[in-house]
Antibody
Framework: QLQLQESGPGLVKPSETLSLTCTVS??????????WGWIRQPPGKGLEWIGS???????YYNPSLKSRVTISVDTSKNQFSLKLSSVTAADTAVYYC?????WGQGTMVTVSS | VIWMTQSPSLLSASTGDRVTISCRMS??????LAWYQQKPGKAPELLIY???TLQSGVPSRFSGSGSGTDFTLTISCLQSEDFATYYC?????????FGQGTKLEIK
């Protein structure tokens, strides 16, 4: 059974880079034609798609975040990652990783000095 | 970008009621639509994909319909565990987009 688990710092300072990793278990990140992605949800608000990476390495980003986002895959570790640069308080949210319709449990990231 | 209008944003209902939630697209997406249920403090869980296909393990009181630009999620007989927030999502094209959410509350 496929499972995804987010990990990374829960507190990031303004202007710094938010870095999260999603560890995949129960399946290989490189063996199937799936999209692996990140979604976030600010406290009390709705869902916002951040971006996705195809198993081949092609990336797709939310235009509103594109200049600050990088998603990459590490097949040797069966992980994919998110980097969001120049963060502000508006980037405070629960961050979820997902494979198509299967989501991780999410991790809260707060941007504060 | 495909814009989505989900309505209503808040829905008050009682156990046993039949409710519907609507999701309208700014352009056609065939049947590339999913519905999720989210409870407080939890990740969204898939209910329906391909507009009308029930995810394994989801009760049959949930159903989805529509294609093109107009979609509906119906819960036929509300149970206490159904009071939650519901989101639609299109996966026809990038960027993926979500509806604004519908909070289903007890009347």
């Amino acid at each position: 059974q496929l499972q995804l688990q987010e990990s990374g710092p829960g507190l990031v300072k303004p202007s710094e880079t938010l870095s999260l990793t999603c560890t995949v278990s129960g399946g290989s990140i490189s063996s199937s034609s799936y999209y692996w992605g990140w979604i976030r949800q600010p406290p009390g608000k709705g869902l916002e798609w951040i971006g996705s990476i195809y198993y081949s390495g092609s990336t797709y980003y939310n235009p509103s975040l594109k200049s600050r986002v990088t998603i990459s895959v590490d097949t040797s570790k069966n992980q994919f990652s998110l980097k969001l640069s120049s963060v502000t308080a508006a980037d405070t949210a629960v961050y979820y990783c997902a494979r198509d319709f299967i989501w991780g449990q999410g991790t809260m990231v707060t941007v504060s000095s | 970008v495909i814009w989505m209008t989900q309505s209503p944003s808040l829905l008050s209902a009682s156990t046993g009621d039949r409710v519907t939630i609507s999701c309208r697209m700014s352009q056609g997406i065939s049947s590339y639509l999913a519905w999720y249920q989210q409870k407080p403090g939890k990740a969204p869980e898939l209910l329906i994909y391909a507009a009308s296909t029930l995810q394994s393990g989801v009760p049959s009181r949930f159903s989805g319909s529509g294609s093109g630009t107009d979609f509906t999620l119906t819960i036929s007989c509300l149970q206490s565990e159904d009071f939650a927030t519901y989101y639609c999502q299109q996966y026809y094209s990038f960027p993926r987009t979500f509806g604004q959410g519908t909070k289903l509350e007890i009347k």
